[in-house]
């Protein structure tokens, strides 16, 4: 079965840097969307970034500019490279995965997506 498993989160000051990775397996379908998705608590769960197979990229305007998604495909590795952390980007962070179909397009909307992981914190402090 589909497994993604998330790792990379820690406790950080305001300004500093993580890099997220999101290990996947047991999926079967060449093309593919991926996301990050982060939620505080009280609050919603929210896309952050996604990118589909063909390597286009989408991003929250939140983080535009500060946040890099990426893939390594020799692995099946989903990455998130944070910059400029805040403290409003306290969340748990979750990767998902969904297949991609034909003339859609891959943005991190959460209802999309069907495989989730379990989850890595991110804490930033002022």
């Known amino acids: 079965q589909v497994q993604l498993v998330e790792s990379g989160g820690g406790s950080v000051q305001a300004g500093g840097s993580l890099r997220l990775s999101c290990a996947a397996s047991g999926y079967n379908f060449r093309r593919y969307c991926m996301g990050w998705f982060r939620q505080a608590p009280g609050k919603e769960r929210e896309g952050v970034a996604s990118?589909?197979?063909?390597?286009?990229?989408y991003y929250t305007d939140s983080v535009k500019g500060r946040f890099t998604i990426s893939t390594d495909t020799a692995t099946n590795t989903l990455y998130l490279l944070m910059n400029s952390l805040k403290p409003e980007d306290t969340a748990m962070y979750y990767c998902a995965l969904r297949r991609w179909d034909y003339g859609g397009l891959c943005t991190p909307n959460k209802d999309a997506y069907g495989f989730w992981g379990q989850g890595t914190q991110v804490t930033v402090s002022s």
């Open positions: 990118l589909n197979s063909d390597g286009t990229t």
